[in-house]
């Protein structure tokens, strides 16, 4: 979890605790693979995505959904979202495959919406 979502955990009532906060660009090792870890930001202030690049792979959560973006809560989270798509598709490779929280996989090349948000400052 990123120390971002800690205000939203605790409102949330949940007795949890993350065992591990993450960070933008933390790398995990698993197996013989490493997974990135990109904060999103968005659909809430510590939004992840997790990037393994020797699978190709994009684990977007609720931030890049097939044809569309996940909702977004409170002040200032659309902006944020457009600046984490943004990010998203400038450094992910276009054969990535995006396997959302929702609704079917996607790759990175068949979202050429995502290109329209270059004209955003």
């Known amino acids: 979890m990123h120390q971002s979502d800690t205000e939203l955990l605790r ?4 007795p949890f605790e993350p065992d591990m906060p993450l960070k933008d660009r933390a790398s995990l090792p698993l197996d013989d693979c490493v997974i990135q870890v990109l904060h999103t930001p968005g659909h809430t202030p510590g ?11 994009l684990f977007t959560g609720d931030t890049l959904l097939k044809g569309e973006y996940g909702k ?8 944020l979202m457009l600046r ?4 998203l598709n400038s450094i992910m490779p276009p054969k990535t495959t995006v396997h959302p929280g929702h609704g079917s996989q996607t790759t990175m ?4 919406w995502l290109d329209c948000l270059d004209n955003l400052s």
């Open 11 to 14: 409102e949330s009532g949940i």
């Open 72 to 79: 977004i809560w409170g002040p200032h989270s659309m902006g």
């Open 47 to 57: 939004s992840l995505c997790f990037y393994v690049k020797k699978a190709r792979a």
């Open 84 to 87: 984490s798509l943004k990010r």
């Open 109 to 112: 090349s068949r979202e050429a």
